[in-house]
């Protein structure tokens, strides 16, 4: 399995911007996802994510400025930013798992990871 980030960047406050994550060996249909970012010196925190029966999840406080899709033919999925902040600045990963039947938040459960895109947000 191999995941792939890819559009980050140099943005400014108040853009909106979309993180694609292309998979292989992977499909998003009826398989889970979650994206993750960790900015500098601190943990890494969830952000979205799909889960295997197609919901999407949101964290709390990222309501109302994210969204998440997949396009199955592509084999890609997408997060969605708007409105972006100089606190989003982050290295964003798109995680996978095959097995996951309920939707977790738990970072350690998710068994397939990117290496990262970079996203930097200037005010």
């Known amino acids: 399995v191999q995941l792939v980030e890819s559009g980050g960047g140099l943005f400014q406050t108040g853009e909106s911007l979309t993180l694609s994550c292309t998979a292989s060996g992977f499909a998003f249909d009826g398989n889970a996802i979650i994206w993750v970012r960790q900015a500098p010196a601190k943990q890494r925190e969830a952000v979205a994510g799909?889960?295997?029966?197609?919901?999407?999840h949101v964290e709390t406080s990222m309501k109302g400025r994210v969204t998440t899709s997949s396009d199955n033919a592509k084999n890609t999925a997408y997060l969605h930013i708007d409105h972006v902040k100089p606190e989003y600045t982050a290295v964003y990963y798109c995680?996978?798992?095959?097995?996951?039947?309920?939707?977790?938040?738990?970072?350690?459960?998710?068994?397939?990871w990117g290496q990262g895109t970079q996203v930097t947000v200037s005010s």
């Open positions: 799909i889960a295997s029966n197609g919901s999407s």
């Open positions: 995680a996978g798992d095959k097995v996951m039947l309920c939707f977790s938040w738990l970072l350690g459960l998710w068994t397939y």
